[in-house]
């Protein structure tokens, strides 16, 4: 059966950014449907569906959901994650830009089904044209009796959804991060537990979904989740911890390729496929040298590693931290691999939030020895170092509170390890002018 | 007198209702001032937090945190130009572009044009990677961009901003 797009189908069609556009296509007929169960039916749908969050973790999304105490009294609040910072992602704002009530219905039926009475829209700054898009669509479902008080007359479903704007950082993006943002603070990721479903913004339950996991939920309320599970990769048998990559997905593609761009995908196509079928090959008839299969913190893939398969374990067998946000970035032959992790690195020092010590340093640390490999003052021993340093920041050895350090540190494990040969070389051949410099210096 | 005017603390009172907590206001609310006086002066840190049931301080501890607020010793111009630096972005010439622009205004990154016009920034990934190298005004993405597109883009506001004051 040919894959037929959802999540992009109806970008191309004029004016479908208004409300009464969007409902001549079919829209808010899903809100319909949910609204006819009750909301423990739309989370087992969601469950049954095995959607997982598409902002990066991959978690299933209606477990998450289902953490929300029983009976509890309220206010129960979801916050829409469109904080999209992750370098070569851009798929949420392809979303909310182009076909905004898309997204605000999968809001809807998600804030019906975890009881929510209030939805915040955290949106990075930098993305204005989606937020006065967004903005309009609300204004448009107060005024047709969509946001509110009785929602489409259901007695008792009252939601008001408001935007907020960030101020320019990366970590807002982490779910408790973004809590924090919101409550008016520094963004600092918080300790877990407790959980934001239990004890989340304004210490109520909470529950933080990335724009695209919404918008699949509006779709697997339309086709049912037999249809969500008939696209995508079943469960790998001979791993009992994978619990399968289902339905649509949207890939971004940046980079050396010639035709970048938002593809809407069946989770599990290969990075070749994307690259060559869609992406139209790499730029000026040159060769990969190496991919990002899903945002700079997953790490590389070398031009052997092409036919992985990117769903949620495929880049995990090449050594990555995972799919992330699927935004494939490609680097071709003639590009320095020096000169991609210190802008990997230097992007993680930046973006640090300053909270926990081995983040903070490490990541200036890294940024500091590439920088100084760049300039011809390397040492062969930098290498290992390097290495030392991302073995230990993160919350896979345990370090940190968020796992922005494990995404610094992917970067500069694969990248050492997949194409040490390269560092080797330039840190050998540079060095012999610098050796001069050095000496000149000492004398001085 | 009171440098936030009515209307304005108004416009911070009207977010508070969306919040539980007045704090919650706090960025909505120094976005409005940074838009007004394009930075955030000091008087307006201790109006805000009295506004807001706040310490001066945790007002000062938010906004430090997040790059985008200026303090008034070195206010906005009256366009501001982010340039992408990140990954994406570099690998087809964003970096170029970025020292391109320094040099053409003669400033470094985070400095104001001396006519106020125009204030340049790096940024990282704006989120807009398949129009790279691109650079966002305000809050508007331009790319894919040339260095020679973005020095006729940056020309152009220039003279917008020369234009109508600042």
Redesign the interface.
């Known amino acids: 059966m040919a894959f037929e797009p959802v999540l992009l189908r109806h970008l191309q069609i004029p004016g479908i950014q208004h409300l009464d556009t969007y409902q001549a296509h079919g829209g808010y007929q899903a809100l319909k449907r949910a609204l006819e169960l009750t909301p423990e039916q739309v989370v087992q749908l969601v469950k049954d569906s095995g959607l997982r969050g598409r902002g990066g973790a991959g978690f299933p999304t209606g477990v998450k959901w289902g953490f929300i105490p029983k009976d509890h009294p309220g206010p129960i609040y979801l916050c829409v994650n469109a904080d999209e910072s992750e370098p070569g992602t851009f798929n949420n704002r392809i979303l909310m830009e182009g076909d905004p009530h898309q997204v605000l219905e999968g809001t809807i039926i998600s804030a019906y089904a975890i009881r929510a009475s209030v939805a915040y829209i955290y949106i990075r700054y930098e993305y204005g044209r989606a937020y006065r898009i967004l903005q309009r669509a609300i204004e448009e479902l107060y005024k047709h009796g969509l946001l509110g008080r009785n929602i489409l007359g259901k007695a008792g479903f009252n939601l008001d959804i408001y935007i907020h704007r960030g101020a320019g950082a990366y970590i807002c993006g982490e779910e408790t991060g973004l809590i924090e943002s919101l409550e008016g603070k520094r963004a600092w990721p918080r300790i877990k537990p407790p959980f934001p479903a239990v004890q989340g913004l304004f210490q109520k339950p909470t529950i933080v979904n990335n724009v695209e996991t919404l918008a699949c939920v509006k779709h697997i309320l339309e086709r049912g989740p037999q249809w969500f599970r008939s696209i995508g990769v079943p469960p790998d048998p001979n791993n009992p911890r994978d619990i399968g990559s289902f339905g649509p997905k949207l890939y971004c593609l940046s980079g050396h390729v010639n035709r970048p761009g938002c593809y809407e995908l069946p989770l599990g196509i290969t990075a070749r496929e994307l690259i060559e079928k869609y992406g139209g090959g790499v730029w000026n008839g040159r060769r990969v040298k190496a991919i990002i299969p899903g945002g700079l913190s997953m790490g590389f893939m070398s031009d052997q590693e092409l036919d992985t398969p990117l769903d949620f374990n495929g880049p995990l067998k090449v050594g990555c931290l995972g799919l992330g946000t699927a935004a494939v970035i490609v680097i071709d032959d003639r590009t320095s691999m020096i000169d991609v992790l210190y802008n990997s690195c230097r992007f993680f020092a930046h973006e640090s939030c300053g909270q926990c010590t081995p983040c903070r340093e490490g990541t200036a640390w890294m940024t500091k020895i590439l920088a100084r490999i760049r300039r011809g003052e390397g040492y062969l021993d930098d290498l290992d170092l390097l290495l030392e340093i991302a073995n230990g920041i993160g919350i896979m050895p345990g370090t940190t509170i968020c796992g922005l350090a494990d995404g610094a540190a992917w970067p500069v494990k694969t990248a050492i390890t997949k194409f040490r040969a390269e560092f080797e070389d330039y840190i050998r051949n540079s060095r012999s002018r610098s050796v001069t410099l050095r000496e000149t210096t000492k004398t001085l | 007198m009171p440098l936030l005017s009515e209307d304005l603390r108004q416009a911070i009172e009207d977010y508070t209702r ?4 007045r ?6 609310a ?2 409005l001032i940074q838009e007004r006086f394009r930075c955030v002066p000091r008087e307006a840190i201790e109006e805000l937090a009295d506004l ?1 049931d706040l310490h001066p301080a945790q007002v000062h ?2 906004l430090s ?5 200026r303090d008034a010793g070195n206010p906005l111009g009256r366009f501001r130009v ?1 340039v992408c ?4 972005c ?3 010439g964003g970096e170029e572009i970025l020292d391109d622009l320094c040099h053409y205004l003669n400033i470094q990154p985070g400095q104001t044009t001396a006519d106020g016009a125009i204030t340049l920034e790096f ?8 129009l ?1 190298p691109c650079l ?1 005004v ?4 331009h790319g894919p961009l040339t260095q020679e597109s973005a020095r006729q883009l940056v020309a152009q506001l220039r003279r917008a901003g020369v234009q109508h004051g600042v």
């Open positions: 969306r919040y539980a907590t704090q919650a206001a706090l960025l909505p120094l976005h807001l501890d938010t945190f997040y790059g985008f607020f982010w630096r990140s990954l994406p570099m690998l087809r940024a990282e990934c704006l989120g807009a990677c398949e790279a966002l305000n809050d508007e993405c």
